[in-house]
C-alpha cells in the first residue's frame, strides 16, 4: 500500500518538475539544467576542490572563502523554455503572458551582464559559494566524518531526506545566513501580520525575524537574502472593500513598495529580485505577488498556498505550512492516544463546497461508514480535538486552496495525515521524507479510501505514528524560536533557496 502512495508522490513530483521548467529561473550556471525537484541539486554539480574548511572552523569573519571562479561568459540568468509537454498543455493564454514576460526579463538580463559587478555581491556569492563546496562534500561523504556535536538534537532516521546533509546544512545556515529587513513601510500593512487563525504565520514570522539576534542583519551589504515586509493579509484587512471589491489594491501596495525600495536601495536592481523574499499564508498569495513580474518569477515567496498550477516553482519558492493558532492560547494540545487505543479509523471536519476535492470526499464518505466519519461540522456532543487524538488517520483535503491547517494539527495530535491534495508541494518537503510519516490518496482514490487504510499494517502504522511524533518538533511555533522549530525550518528553506540561486553564475 505504501508502495502505491509512492507512485503517487513521484507523479506529484514530476509534475511538479514540468510545471517548474515553465517558470524563469535564475542561473545555476554551474550545475546542471535538469530540474530535481529537492534543492539539494548541488551535489551533482561539478566539484571544486579548492575549500579547505570544516564545519567547526567555519567562521566567515575570521577566514574569508576562497573566491569562486567566476565565468563572466555566463548571464546573470538563465531562462527555460516551455517545451515539455505538461507545460505546453497549460493554459494558452496563461502561457503567452508567461512566454511574454521571459522574453521581457531576458532582454533585461542581458542589459544586467554589461553593468559592473557589486563587490558586497561579490564577497556574499564567494561564501554561498564556499558553503556549497562543504555541502557537496558532506553529500558525498556522510560517513567519513563522525557525528557532528549539537547540543540539542541530532537529525536521524528516515523522516530525513537525508538527515546528515540537513544537519551540516542547517549548522552552516546559523553560522553564516543573514536577512535584511527593509525597515520602510508603517504598520498595520507591513512589519505586522496577522498572529491568530489560519493566516497566523505571516504574523508570527514578521515577528520572530525582527527580533531574532542571530539571523537579522543590519547592513544590508553583508545580507544574503533582502525580506519585503509586508502581509497581503493585512493589506486586505485594512484595504479591500468587500463591497467594491478591487483586487488590485493589493497589487498596488505591493507594487509601490518594491519601486520605493528598488529606487532606494541598489540590491533589488542588482539581482532582478530574486534574492529577495516575501512570505504570506494568504490565498491569493501568488495573485499578490503577479503586480511585479520579477517578483512573481524571480524573487524567493514563501507561501502557504504552494500550488504548481498557480506557477509556484519550488526550486526558488518554498512552501510553508498553514496553522491556525487560537487566540486563546489553547492551541492543540500536544499529543494523543496510542495506536492501539485509536478506535476511529479516519476523521475529517469542513466545509464541504470549498474547492473541487471536498465534495468528492462528502459524495463517497459523508454518513457512508461509521469507520470513515466525515463531518461537514461536527455535532456538539464530539469534539474536533478529540476526534484528531482518536483517530488513527486524520484526512487532510485541500480546500480553495492547496494547504490545510490540519496537516499540522494532525501531526500535533500524534494522528497520521492523509493527504488529498493535487499540485500542493508539501512543507519542508526539501529535507522531510513525508512517505515516513503519512500517506498519500490521489483524488481518484477517494472512494477506495478504507480499504487502502485498512491495508497499512499495524506494524507499518506504528512506524508512521512514532514518525508523526519525532517530526512534531519542526512544526511547533515558539516564542522564542527554539532551535529546529517552525520558524527556522522555515528559514532552513529560504536557505536552501538562496544556495540555489547564484546572481553571479
Ligand atoms: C532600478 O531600476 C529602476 C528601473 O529601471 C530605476 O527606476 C531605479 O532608479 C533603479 N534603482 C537604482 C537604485 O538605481
Ligand atoms: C489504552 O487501552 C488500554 C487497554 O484497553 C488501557 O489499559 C489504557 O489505559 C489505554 N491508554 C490510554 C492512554 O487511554
Ligand atoms: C452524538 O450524538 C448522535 C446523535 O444523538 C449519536 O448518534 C452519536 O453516536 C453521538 N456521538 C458520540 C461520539 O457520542
Ligand atoms: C491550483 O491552481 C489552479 C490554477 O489556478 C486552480 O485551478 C486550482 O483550483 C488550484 N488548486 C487549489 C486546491 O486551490
Not at 16 to 38: C, R
Not at 42 to 63: E, V, Y
Not at 183 to 210: A, C, R
Not at 348 to 354: L, N, Q, V, Y
Request: net charge positive; glycine share 4%; charged share 20%.
Amino acid at each position: 500500500m505504501i508502495c502505491k502512495s509512492n507512485n503517487q508522490s513521484s507523479t506529484l513530483i514530476s509534475l511538479t518538475l514540468f510545471v517548474v521548467a515553465i517558470v524563469v529561473a535564475v542561473s545555476y550556471a554551474t550545475y546542471s539544467l535538469s530540474l530535481p525537484a529537492s534543492p539539494w541539486s548541488w551535489r551533482r554539480g561539478p566539484l571544486s576542490s579548492s575549500s579547505k574548511f570544516s564545519i567547526p572552523s567555519f567562521n566567515h569573519h575570521q577566514s574569508p572563502p576562497p573566491p569562486v571562479i567566476i565565468n563572466p561568459k555566463t548571464a546573470l540568468y538563465s531562462m527555460f523554455k516551455c517545451d515539455s509537454d505538461s507545460c505546453k498543455k497549460q493554459n494558452g493564454k496563461m502561457n503567452k503572458e508567461v512566454s511574454k514576460l521571459i522574453e521581457e526579463l531576458k532582454d533585461e538580463t542581458l542589459l544586467r551582464r554589461n553593468k559592473k559587478r557589486d563587490k558586497n555581491l561579490e564577497k556574499v556569492e564567494a561564501e554561498l559559494a564556499a558553503a556549497r563546496v562543504l555541502m557537496r562534500n558532506a553529500g558525498r561523504s556522510p560517513s567519513s566524518s563522525s557525528r557532528i556535536y549539537d547540543p540539542d538534537y541530532i537529525p536521524v532516521g528516515d523522516i530525513y531526506r537525508n538527515p546528515y546533509l540537513f544537519h551540516r546544512s542547517y549548522l552552516l545556515m546559523e553560522k553564516l545566513f543573514k536577512v535584511y529587513i527593509y525597515e520602510e513601510g508603517e504598520p498595520p500593512l507591513f512589519h505586522k501580520g496577522p498572529t491568530f487563525d489560519i493566516y497566523s504565520m505571516e504574523g508570527v514570522f514578521l515577528n520572530l525575524i525582527e527580533k531574532d539576534p542571530n539571523f537579522r542583519v543590519y547592513d544590508p551589504n553583508r545580507a544574503h537574502v533582502y525580506f519585503l515586509p509586508f502581509s497581503v493579509t493585512m493589506i486586505l484587512n485594512y484595504l479591500f472593500d468587500p463591497i467594491i471589491r478591487d483586487k488590485a489594491v493589493l497589487e498596488r501596495v505591493i507594487g509601490d513598495y518594491v519601486h520605493l525600495v528598488s529606487s532606494r536601495y541598489p540590491y533589488w536592481n542588482q539581482s532582478l529580485g530574486s534574492n529577495h523574499f516575501m512570505l504570506t499564508c494568504h490565498d491569493w498569495g501568488p495573485r499578490a505577488s503577479w503586480s511585479v513580474h520579477s517578483l512573481y518569477f524571480t524573487s524567493i515567496r514563501l507561501l502557504c498556498n504552494a500550488n504548481t498550477s498557480e506557477f509556484f516553482n519550488p526550486r526558488k519558492d518554498a512552501p510553508i505550512p498553514q496553522i491556525n493558532l487560537h487566540r486563546d492560547e489553547n492551541v492543540m494540545i500536544l499529543g494523543g492516544l496510542p495506536a492501539s487505543n485509536r478506535t476511529t479509523l479516519a476523521f475529517f471536519a469542513g466545509s464541504e463546497f470549498h474547492g473541487k476535492i471536498r465534495p468528492i470526499l462528502f459524495k463517497y464518505w459523508k454518513d457512508k461508514d461509521g469507520d470513515i466519519q466525515v463531518y461537514d461540522r461536527v455535532p456538539n456532543n464530539v469534539s474536533y480535538n478529540d476526534m484528531m487524538k482518536t483517530s488513527r488517520f486524520c484526512l487532510c483535503a485541500s480546500g480553495y486552496e492547496v494547504a490545510s491547517p490540519r496537516l499540522v494539527e494532525a501531526i500535533y495530535a500524534e494522528c497520521v495525515p492523509v493527504l488529498i491534495s493535487q499540485n500542493y508541494v508539501l512543507p519542508f518537503s526539501d529535507v522531510l521524507n513525508w512517505d515516513a510519516f503519512s500517506v498519500r490518496v490521489s483524488v481518484s482514490e477517494i472512494p477506495n479510501m478504507k480499504r487502502i487504510l485498512l491495508g497499512i499494517s499495524d506494524h507499518e502504522y506504528t512506524r508512521l505514528q512514532e514518525n508523526v511524533k519525532r517530526v512534531q518538533r519542526h512544526f511547533l511555533v515558539n516564542n522564542p524560536a527554539k532551535r529546529y522549530d517552525i520558524y527556522h525550518m522555515i528559514l532552513h528553506s529560504l536557505w536552501l533557496r538562496r544556495l540555489n540561486l547564484n546572481i553571479y553564475g
